[in-house]
């Protein structure tokens, strides 16, 4: 044996911070796009929209992103 423990052997980085931001920058440019072509839309038909063209998109994952962009965080 190396002397390593079988947690550092089998540890699977994280993704990469920088893109995550992209990618959340990339979510948050859509929802500015659908908000730009219906203003009144609130953030669950804004949610449905996006889940049209993003099937996979998380609620949590939306909702962070949606409320940073109204900049309540």
């Known amino acids: 044996m190396i002397g390593l423990s079988s947690s550092t052997y089998y540890y699977q980085p994280k993704r990469l ?3 995550r931001e992209r990618e ?3 979510l948050r440019d859509a929802i500015e796009a ?3 072509d219906f203003p009144k ?3 669950r038909t804004v949610g449905q929209y996006l889940n049209r ?3 996979a998109l998380s609620r949590r994952r ?3 992103a949606f409320v ?4 309540w965080r």
């Open 17 to 19: 911070r920088a893109s």
């Open 24 to 26: 959340d920058a990339e």
């Open 34 to 36: 659908i908000q730009a």
């Open 41 to 43: 839309a609130g953030y």
């Open 53 to 55: 063209f993003a099937p």
């Open 62 to 64: 939306f909702n962070t």
């Open 68 to 71: 940073t962009r109204r900049g």
